[in-house]
């Protein structure tokens, strides 16, 4: 369009009602005046994208000499830049063929200095490489899946992490499996990388899902004993990969309790036994100080008021997975005279343990020996199938028994074996103690039995028990690889 040039001040007027200030000069409706730096000019309008031709809703912009649209589309409810047709969903709408879209760069230290961020803030963070989010508690990062080379959103305030790869190697799947780690927690705790009560521990998967955890302990320790809930864990064609966060001074302790990780757990708390319990013969026992102590002759059976979902030699129903039956043990000096003591036992029948096996039942000692005999102070194995009134796999008679391990007076054990429908596995402090023994059930093993072997009064050697649980087992042992630490840098 043509511009006409204004020589004389286009203003009349002198702002009073009779002579109103005023424009004159203009031809058409629409005209826009503009100065250009020395005079006042008349634009007339309609403009277009190349100063001719007006369109609808775009935004106009002046060039330095003449106004013209530019590239800012704006019909009232959206906003599109390089675009006519922003997305019905989007308030603002960025197209280019050759461009991308900056979004404010900052370091860490700067990201920090924005104060009282606006939930769904988003940054560019320059000290690690990510896009950020403020979530309304913390800074997170845009991701749809934790991949290994970024950290968890919720966890970003958390320093240090290592990397866990699980390998099952049977050949089936399980779900709700409990795994248990060895951490050196004092090396950690040392360097000043872990809160000294490991309060900062957290464990993911790898999109970020908490693993629910259970630190055994001790910590710190060389062997810090945690147990994890797996919700899953593949077959032998798959490996699981798991992260173990640490290193924030601040967190607070979200360990669970043992009784939400283990299929059953009863620690002794209170004075009394709870209605899981019975007593099978004498009450020389107590409960104090979160430990049962057995004493003469007591005999006391698990008999849960709601029965276990499933039979400790077979939980899946399809004989995949057994088992884990441990207790936490103390034995006391052996006495003069003292009779098998400190049993954990499984059997067909509650209170079902008798001299020699003699009523037939399906059952698994793992007690110390008789005070007069070579195995004093020996951990032993007695297994009847209940096919026959005797211990018909491993005992006397007529199987041979199974010294497992020596203990000492006054040291803790963690002792048990995991049952199966095929065989039963003796274990003392986490490691294999003897030979497994094979069998075929007559009866299934149902309760725990502890103290006393039998149902009668002898004296027995006294024996502390500090906790009692069911895990799920698997034939072979998972594989676990911890990797190295990794480093957060956005911390």
Same mark, same amino acid.
């Given at each position: 369009g043509s511009q006409v040039a204004v020589t004389q001040s286009p203003v009349i007027g002198d702002g009073t009602t009779t002579n109103p200030i005023g424009l004159q000069g203009g031809t058409n409706a629409g005209d826009v005046l503009i100065w250009d730096g020395s005079q006042w000019q008349i634009k007339p309008s309609p403009f277009d994208s190349v100063c001719g031709t007006a369109m609808a809703n775009y935004v106009q912009k002046w060039t330095g000499s003449e106004l013209c649209n530019s590239i800012i589309y704006d019909d009232g409810t959206r906003v599109g830049i390089g675009t006519s047709t922003p997305g019905n969903s989007a308030i603002l709408d960025v197209s280019a063929s050759n461009k991308g879209v900056l979004l404010p760069r900052l370091t860490s230290v700067q990201r920090n200095t924005i104060g009282s961020p606006d939930t769904g803030l988003i940054i560019y963070n320059k000290s690690c490489h990510l896009f950020e989010y403020w979530n309304g508690n913390c800074w997170a990062t845009i991701e749809s899946k934790c991949p290994e080379h970024s950290w968890c959103p919720s966890l970003t305030s958390w320093k240090y992490r290592n990397k866990i790869k699980i390998y099952n190697p049977n050949p089936f799947s399980v779900d709700s499996f409990q795994i248990r780690i060895e951490i050196n927690t004092s090396e950690l705790i040392l360097a000043g990388q872990m809160a000294i009560n490991g309060s900062d521990i957290r464990f993911t998967d790898e999109n970020c899902n908490p693993i629910p955890f259970y630190i055994e302990g001790p910590i710190p320790s060389e062997k810090t004993v945690i147990f994890l809930l797996l919700d899953s864990l593949p077959d032998s064609t798959k490996i699981k990969t798991i992260y173990m966060y640490y290193g924030n001074p601040f967190a607070s302790p979200t360990a669970s309790p043992p009784s939400a990780i283990f299929d059953y757990?009863?620690?002794?708390?209170?004075?009394?036994?709870?209605?899981?319990?019975?007593?099978? /013969?004498? &009450?020389?026992?107590?409960?104090?100080?979160? !430990?049962?102590? =057995?004493?003469? +002759?007591?005999?006391?059976?698990?008999?849960?008021?709601?029965?276990?979902?499933?039979?400790?030699?077979?939980?899946?129903?399809?004989?995949? /997975?057994? &088992?884990?039956?441990?207790?936490?043990?103390? !034995?006391?000096? =052996?006495?003069? +005279?003292t009779a098998y003591s400190g049993d954990l036992q499984i059997n067909s029948t509650s209170c079902g343990g008798c001299s020699g096996n003699l009523c037939g039942n399906a059952v698994v000692h793992y007690m110390r020996g008789v005070a007069s005999s070579i195995y004093g102070r020996e951990l032993s194995a007695w297994v009847g199938s209940g096919a026959t009134a005797n211990y018909n796999i491993a005992g006397s008679p007529p199987g041979l028994v199974m010294s497992c391990f020596h203990t000492a007076d006054n040291i803790w054990y963690v002792i048990g074996y995991k049952v199966f429908t095929d065989r039963v596995h003796f274990w003392v402090d986490y490691e294999e103690a003897c030979s497994y023994v094979s069998l075929t059930w007559a009866k299934t093993p149902r309760y725990i039995i502890l103290g006393n072997y039998e149902n009668d009064v002898v004296n027995i050697q006294d024996t502390y028990y500090d906790w009692v649980r069911v895990r799920k087992a698997l034939r072979k042992e998972p594989v676990i690889s911890m990797y190295s630490q990794e480093t957060n840098s956005c911390n």
């Open positions: 757990w009863d620690d002794f708390t209170g004075t009394s036994l709870s209605a899981d319990w019975r007593i099978c /013969v004498s &009450s020389a026992y107590t409960v104090s100080g979160s !430990y049962l102590f =057995v004493t003469n +002759g007591a005999s006391i059976s698990h008999v849960p008021t709601t029965p276990l979902p499933y039979d400790l030699p077979d939980v899946t129903g399809n004989g995949n /997975v057994g &088992s884990f039956v441990e207790a936490k043990v103390k !034995y006391m000096q =052996v006495g003069t +005279g």
